[in-house]
Nanobody, 122 residues
Framework: QVQLVESGGGLVQAGGSLRLSCAASGGTFSRYAMGWFRQAPGKEREFVAAISWSGGNTLYADSVKGRFTISRDNAKNTVYLQMNSLKPEDTAVYYC???????????????WGQGTQVTVSS
C-alpha cells in the first residue's frame, strides 16, 4: 500500500502563490495516477487536479484551470500542485490522493494523505 504525506500549505495573500508537495512511499510510484482534492469548511471534498502515471495526461477542475498546475517527479516519488493567482475561495484543506486506476483518480481514489491547510487572505 502507498502512504502519502503532503507539505507546503500555509497562509498567503490573495493573488499569491504556493506549491504543495506530496511524497509517496510504500509502493511503486510510477504505477499510480495521482490527484489533489480539497475540502473547505462546511463543504464536501472536491476534485482539484489529477495526473496520469507518466505525467502525460492531466485533468483540472474548472475552478482552478489556468491557475493551478499538477506535475510529478517519478524519480522523487513526489507529486506537486503549483497554485498561482490564489483566491480566498481556494482556502481549504488540500489532500493528495493515489490510485492505480486512472479512471478512479478524479472520483474515488483508494489512497489519501492527511491533508495540508491552505489559507488565502483577502
Amino acid at each position: 500500500q502507498v502512504q502519502l504525506v503532503e507539505s507546503g500549505g500555509g497562509l498567503v495573500q490573495a493573488g499569491g502563490s504556493l506549491r504543495l508537495s506530496c511524497a509517496a512511499s510504500g509502493g511503486t510510484f510510477s504505477r499510480y495516477a495521482m490527484g489533489w482534492f480539497r475540502q473547505a469548511p462546511g463543504k464536501e471534498r472536491e476534485f482539484v487536479a489529477a495526473i496520469s502515471w507518466s505525467g502525460g495526461n492531466t485533468l483540472y477542475a474548472d475552478s482552478v484551470k489556468g491557475r493551478f498546475t499538477i506535475s510529478r517527479d517519478n524519480a522523487k516519488n513526489t507529486v506537486y500542485l503549483q497554485m498561482n493567482s490564489l483566491k480566498p475561495e481556494d482556502t481549504a484543506v488540500y489532500y493528495c490522493a493515489a490510485d492505480q486506476r486512472l479512471s478512479a483518480i478524479a472520483t474515488t481514489p483508494g489512497y489519501w494523505g492527511q491533508g495540508t491547510q491552505v489559507t488565502v487572505s483577502s
